[in-house]
């Protein structure tokens, strides 16, 4: 499959949303009739990009296959990277692509993006219960840093894990 990761349009920052909400909801990551505030979170793809990099993977079509947000230095969706570090968050990918390689395309153009602007790291967080998630970041490098484990509130378990760019 051709796979090709750029920054989202505006015009498709709606379905970008969407995506996300669905791919989270699809894997029992998002329960919407008690995490609608998170769910409101993915959904607002727009308000994202006015403080991180939205980035979508497409297809040769440009058929939309799955989306993450990098947020570098000074971008106000950072939770756990430091100085010198990227973070990327909400990675999502349409269930209809998945294992294709969309997640990872994904990863790799965050990697690149944090190593082209200078930076020695990438950190994420991830719901300790998303072992697909962490069996794709152990494959690409990333280590646990339990140190920066994390809850953003009762009954939510993020774990931290970094890999040097």
Not at 54 to 83: E, K, N, Y
Not at 84 to 107: N, T, W
């Amino acid at each position: 499959m051709d796979i090709t990761v750029r920054g989202a349009a505006p015009e498709e920052v709606d379905a970008v949303g969407a995506l996300s909400v669905a791919a989270y909801v699809y894997d029992g990551l998002l329960d919407l009739a008690t995490e609608q505030g998170y769910a409101d979170q993915l959904r607002d793809a727009g308000g994202r990009a006015r403080q991180a990099e939205i980035l979508v993977a497409v297809d040769g079509d440009g058929v939309l296959l799955g989306t993450v947000t990098f947020a570098g230095p000074g971008s106000a969706h950072r939770q756990v990277a430091r100085a010198g570090e990227a973070e990327f968050r909400m990675l999502a990918v349409d269930p209809a692509a998945r294992r294709r390689g969309v997640a990872e395309a994904l990863v790799h153009a965050c990697l690149d993006r944090a190593r082209q602007a200078g930076l020695e790291r990438v950190v994420i967080s991830s719901k300790n219960t998303m072992t697909t998630a962490h069996r794709l970041y152990t494959r690409l490098g990333f280590t646990r840093l339990p140190e920066r484990d994390w809850s953003p509130q009762a009954g939510v378990e993020l774990w931290a894990f970094g890999v040097g760019v």
